[in-house]
Each structure stands twice: as structure tokens, then as C-alpha cells.
């Protein structure tokens, strides 16, 4: 299929505005590259825009509740510019009911199409232009997995590639699943071939993008699974570290933590989510694993590679947690000493199971468990960085920091953040730094 090359809109500009995980990101990485291949420039000011997007994320409400206000905010400019498309896609749109919102209260919106979808957005557009019309395009599942877009990244020396697409977990609270699809790999030939072409213009990093990455493997007619994968991305000349987001515990086989071990790429971080740390409250959320095997895992990741990164994420105020079940992650958290993790107040997604259960907590509880959550996390994490002081660590130079034009920010082989002095000249290189001083989300240090 053509995705690209319909060069008659020239010189157009255009902006996308992107809410959620990684996914999501690479996913507007890959609508930029159509746009220019359209004859589409990026622009950051949105005054000047012929087209802005909103890739939205549903995972949560209050990151709908942004994307709603965002489009309030652009009636204005919309008055003003009325040949400016809007356009909204992603996991928001692929909900019924976020797309009557969106349909019925922002008449501005021109262009609504789905996560499934992304590569007929020109004939969108296009179907716009000619007819003056709302276009709405979603396609509920795909099967297929269309291989041609490539992505417009906003680095050249680390990349995010997709493994595979969907999710057939259902977790009780999660959205995902209705919003992405069935889960489904991708051919590992077209895998390694996109990371080749990758090295080849000088990227060093790759983040293998899944749902669930344990799990890959499982739609393909041969045996073939992530540890495969891991061992075949090794050998590639040019990357120099591997990642993978997002593991999940019930999948991670002992394949994995041996490629810890055996693999000279793989990067010493294991982000493995732990939701909850009451056996109770994971069975309601259908997470189909206890504490205990949990805790196992970890064991035996630590016995392999002792000085892992292990980082999770943690929802508080699941329907029915009690203060008891609340304690129990509180213990987990200290049992674990995460380096890091992501903390979501638990958020009703119509749709899911668990927006039917009884015992929904109130928002204060909430909040106060929230609190205390943090409270007890940043204390390990600064412990955890505080190990890291006097050592010499190897960094891969990202970018210059945003509040500080002499520094660079960069990150080490397990994924923690470091500042340092330094030339933008070194971007996209590996420098070896050593740390002067611990923060709870960042470290500080010397090139030397
Ligand atoms: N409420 C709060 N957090 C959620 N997550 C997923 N769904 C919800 C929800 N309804 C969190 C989970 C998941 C992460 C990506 O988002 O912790 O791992
Ligand atoms: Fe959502 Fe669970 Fe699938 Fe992760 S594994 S995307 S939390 S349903």
C-alpha cells in the first residue's frame, strides 16, 4: 500500500501534541513521517499550524480530561484560522464514548481516526479537504500489521521499534486491550531488519516496544520468543544497548534472566510492574501471579545480575484495597527497594471489569495512600542512587538539559538519569562520568 507521496499539499505545517507511554510516542513518530512525506514541516507554534493532532491516551481519565481541555483551548485558534485541521487518533478514539465527547462538544475537531489506522491518514486528509466533512475512521482490530510506515525519530542514536502490538491480558482495570487490539508479533526478519537499517545511520540504543514483551513470539507459526529475539538483536554491529518495555510478571521465563547473563547489550534494568502488593487485590485485578511468585522472580534476577535496576509500577486505591492491602504494598515496596516507580491513582475506565466492582475507594483515601506511597519510595530511591557515589559509570550522552545550557543529561546502562558538564558536541556518544552526588530522580557527576 502507498502511505506516502501525496506531495500536493506543500510546504504545509504541522504539529502533533502526544499524550501517554512510549507506544504512543513512537506512534506519532511514525504519523510524522507520513506528514512529511505529504510535504508536511514540523512546527512548534501553533499559530502557524495547517495541522494539529492529538494522539491521545485513555489509560487514564485525567489524561482525557487534558486532551479535553486542550481542544476547548483551540476553538479560538480554529476561529481565527478556519483552515486549520484538527485531528485527534490514538487510544482515546478507539472508545465509543470518548468519540461522541469529542464529536458532540468539539464541532472543531475535523479528523478522528484510531490506533489501527494510522497509515491512512492521507487519504483522511484528503477526504477532508474535499469534502468539507468530520471524518471519522476507526478500525476496531487489526490482524495485520502493516509494515510500511517507517518513523520520523526524534533521535538518531536511540530508537523505540515496536516487537508487537495489542495485549490479551485484560487486567481488570486496564483499558488497553480494548483500545490496541489483540495481541500480535511482529515478524522477528522485519524486526531485525528495521534495527539493522537503524545501526546503519548511527542509532546505538533500541527500546523493543510491547505490552507485554515476555509473551512475544506467541502469534508467530514458529517457536521463536523474546529471549530469541534478544540474542538475535545482540549480534547486530552498532547497538550497543538493548531495552524492552513492558514486561509482565506472569510471562518472565527463566530464558530471560539468563539473557541477563549471557547477553553483552542487554541493559541492567528490569522495569516489572508489580501493580499491588496484596495477593487479594491482584486476583481482582486478574494480574495472575501472588506476592510470592513475584518475589521469586526477583530473587532470581538479583542472584543472577546483583546490580540490576529494577523499577515497577504501583496503583493505589484499586476497588476493595483496604488499608490492610494498601500496608501490603508498602511492605513490597521496602522488601523490593525499587529504584524508581510509576505511582497512578487508581482511575474507572468504562468498559473494564473493574469499574463494576463494589468498594470503590474514596478519592481522599486515595490521595492520603498516594502520599504515603511516595513517601516511602523516595527514601529507596535515593538509597538505591546513593550506591552509584564515587563510581565511574558509562553514559550515553542524550541532550542538553533544558534548565542548564553547560549540561548534558544522559543516561547510564540501567536507565538512571545523570547530569554533567559538557560540549553538545558529545550527543549521541558514550562518556564515562563519575558521580558526585545522589538526588532521589537524578544523579550529578564528572566526565572524566
Ligand atoms: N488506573 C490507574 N492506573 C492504571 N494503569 C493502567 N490502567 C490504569 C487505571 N485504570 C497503570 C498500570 C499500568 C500503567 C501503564 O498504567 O500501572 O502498568
Ligand atoms: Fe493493561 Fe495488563 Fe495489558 Fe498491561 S498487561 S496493557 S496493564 S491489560
Partial sequence: MKIRGSVYFIMKKYLI???????NEHDSEKISWILEGMGYQLTDDREECDLIIFNTCAVR??????????????????????????AVCGCMMQREEAREVVLKKFRQVDIIFGTNNIHKMPQLITRHLETGQTIVDILEENREIEEDINANRKYSYKAFVNIMYGCNNFCTYCIVPYARGRERSREPENIIKEIKNLAENGCKEVTLLGQNVNSYGKTLDRDYRFSDLLRDVNQIDGIERIRFMTSHP??????????????????????????????KILKMMNRKYNIDDYLKIIDKIRNAVPDIVITTDIIVGFPGETEEDF??????????????????????????????????????????????????????????????????VEVLVEEVSKNDEEMLNGRTDSGKLVHFKGNKDIIGTFVNVKIDNAKTFTLEGTIC
Avoid at 17 to 23: A, E, I, K, L, P
Avoid at 76 to 86: A, F, G, W
Avoid at 264 to 278: A, D, E, F, T, V
Fill in 17 to 23: 501534541q502526544t499524550y501517554g507511554c512510549q507506544m
Fill in 61 to 86: 481519565k485525567s489524561a482525557e480530561d487534558r486532551v479535553y481541555g486542550q481542544l476547548g483551548e483551540l476553538k479560538d485558534l480554529k476561529r481565527r484560522n478556519p483552515n486549520l485541521i484538527l
Fill in 250 to 279: 506472569k510471562d518472565l521465563s527463566g530464558d530471560l534472566i539468563n539473557a541477563y547473563t549471557t547477553l553483552n547489550k542487554l541493559c541492567k534494568h528490569l522495569h516489572l510492574p508489580i501493580q499491588s502488593g496484596s495477593d
Fill in 327 to 392: 500496608n501490603e504494598t508498602l511492605d513490597l515496596v521496602k522488601r523490593v527497594k525499587y529504584d524508581a516507580a510509576y505511582t497512578f491513582l487508581y482511575s474507572i475506565r468504562e468498559g473494564t471489569k473493574a469499574a463494576q466492582m463494589k468498594g470503590q475507594v474514596p478519592d481522599d483515601v486515595k490521595h492520603e495512600r498516594f502520599q504515603k506511597l511516595l513517601d516511602t519510595l523516595y527514601p529507596i530511591g535515593l538509597e538505591q542512587n546513593e550506591k552509584l557515589l564515587g563510581k565511574v
